[in-house]
């Protein structure tokens, strides 16, 4: 990938996504670009360095949309934490380990409508199982290693169609009354983990929801009167 794209000072939107492009990019040039918004790297064969010394520019680019998907990053990006417009992040194949930290649910509380962590390393989550996002429509967790209670994005949106999909994780139980706060749900997916007990009986407040995957988990007990209907 030409190095000079990073050079273009009114440079705005830049998307090679989904190419056959090859080498390395470090990120930290791209971030001098004070009117660039939308970036994106993601699904090529490329490997994104995001270095860890040097500041960071006095004045950082607002960034909305970042694709970073399939990038080869070990980690986070740093700069992420001090951007705080972001409507779209792709951090999906990667081999980011650890906690999903707190601060995401903090600094984009009030933008972030699209976010994909799938196919990763993550084994937990910062913040409580509760999640206020004002905006949020799309929430990608699958394919981790997360354990503990499902987190539960209280959405403030009076309208629109949101996806959960958290399959494929180690997940194993879910607040009783979750369905009181997924009230613009459509499609909800927690096939695959360790999930036990009574299906929720709460799911029936869901009145959007269109399909539930619920399969290769452990539950026992009855089954809601509303999934018999």
């Not at 998307?15 to 994106?40: C, D, Q």
């Not at 194949?93 to 933008?111: A, L, M, Y």
């Not at 695959?192 to 929720?200: D, I």
Request: include cysteine.
């Amino acid at each position: 990938m030409p190095t000079s794209f990073s050079q273009l000072p009114s440079l705005t939107y830049l998307n090679l996504e989904s190419n056959h492009l090859i080498g390395t990019v470090e990120l930290n040039p791209f971030w001098k670009l004070s009117n660039l918004y939308f970036l994106g790297f993601s699904n090529n064969m490329l490997s994104v360095i995001d270095a860890e010394d040097g500041a960071l520019p006095p004045v950082l680019p607002n960034i909305q949309h970042l694709g970073l998907a399939s990038c080869n990053l070990t980690k986070l990006p740093r700069v992420l934490r001090y951007l705080d417009i972001i409507l779209e992040l792709d951090l999906s194949s990667n081999q980011i380990g650890g906690s999903i930290p707190g601060w995401i649910w903090v600094v984009w509380k009030d933008t972030l409508g699209k976010l994909d962590l799938s196919n990763n390393a993550f084994t937990s989550l910062e913040k409580s199982s509760l999640i206020p996002m004002t905006h949020l429509n799309f929430l990608n967790l699958s394919f981790n290693r997360l354990q503990g209670d499902i987190p539960i994005p209280v959405i403030s949106l009076p309208y629109g169609v949101v996806a959960l999909d958290y399959s494929n994780n180690e997940f194993s139980s879910i607040l009783p009354n979750f369905g009181r706060y997924l009230n613009n749900v459509v499609y909800i997916n927690l096939s695959k983990n360790r999930l036990h007990g009574h299906v929720p009986t709460s799911i029936c407040g869901v009145k959007e929801l269109q399909i539930l995957d619920l399969s290769y988990n452990n539950f026992s007990g009855l089954v809601p009167y509303c999934l018999l209907a």
